[in-house]
Nanobody, 123 residues
Framework: EVKFVASGGGSVQAGGSLRLSCAAS????????IGWFRQAPGTERDLISY????????FYSPSVKGRFTISRDNAENTVYLQMNSLKPEDTADYYC????????????????WGQGTQVTVSS
């Protein structure tokens, strides 16, 4: 059975940090492109970061570049999103996703999704 379980969300003041995790079972994260998406109320779900499966190439949207870091721990079969210098506009539900094909992940059609974890940043 495939599971992709997200954790680490919460409430924090502006300028603070959080680390989101997605623990995988039933598949190996090293074999998959991994992405983090977020969706604020009334908006579409947007890709904010990914790490490719083959060469570990990373991408960050302009809104988070320089503040967020995506990583993968193959031994733990877990992916992370370290979020620093958080801003109120980072408030959203955050979702991890995984797919063997990077293009499919980027298009939002990933095979596996975490259940979402809520992040609230107060000013």
């Amino acid at each position: 059975e495939v599971k992709f379980v997200a954790s680490g969300g919460g409430s924090v003041q502006a300028g603070g940090s959080l680390r989101l995790s997605c623990a995988a079972s039933g598949f190996t994260v090293d074999d998959y492109a991994i992405g983090w998406f977020r969706q604020a109320p009334g908006t579409e779900r947007d890709l904010i970061s990914y790490i490719s499966s083959r060469d570990g190439r990373t991408f960050y949207s302009p809104s988070v570049k320089g503040r967020f870091t995506i990583s993968r721990d193959n031994a733990e079969n877990t992916v992370y999103l370290q979020m620093n210098s958080l801003k109120p506009e980072d408030t959203a539900d955050y979702y991890c996703a995984a797919d063997r094909a990077l293009a499919t992940l980027v298009d939002g059609w990933a095979a596996y999704w975490g259940q979402g974890t809520q992040v609230t940043v107060s000013s």
